[in-house]
């Protein structure tokens, strides 16, 4: 595992570590800023994972990314409870894996 994923993966499960945690640590009404720190480490710990490994296609890679940000966003999200930022990782991660599915059935050699 190179460098760059590392860094990914650690952004990435602290994001949601950090997502996680802060409604448990402090009620308040709105969004609160360390909530929105940990869905930009998710999303930007998505990016790192994404770009650092070799896929054979960008389309695959921006599936992947999208799924692996609407998933991460998802759970921070539903233990937060926000549910329309709940509801925004389920959408985000359905069209992750629909356009894997639209796009890499374009490419397939045949």
């Known amino acids: 595992m190179n460098a760059k994923k590392a860094v990914g993966v650690l952004l990435y499960l602290g994001g949601i570590a950090l997502g996680v945690t802060v409604p448990f640590m402090a009620e308040t009404a709105g969004i609160d800023v360390l909530l929105l720190a940990g869905l930009g480490l998710v999303i930007?710990?998505?990016?790192?994972?994404?770009?650092?490994?070799?896929?054979g296609d960008s389309n695959y890679r921006d599936a992947w990314i999208a799924l692996s940000s609407g998933v991460g966003i998802a759970i921070i999200g539903g233990y937060s409870r926000i549910w329309s930022l709940f509801l925004f990782g389920l959408v985000?991660?359905?069209?992750?894996?629909?356009?894997?599915?639209?796009?890499?059935?374009r490419n397939v050699p045949g």
């Open 44 to 55: 930007i710990g998505s990016l790192l994972l994404g770009f650092a490994h070799e896929f």
């Open 92 to 105: 985000l991660a359905t069209l992750g894996v629909a356009f894997h599915k639209i796009r890499g059935a």
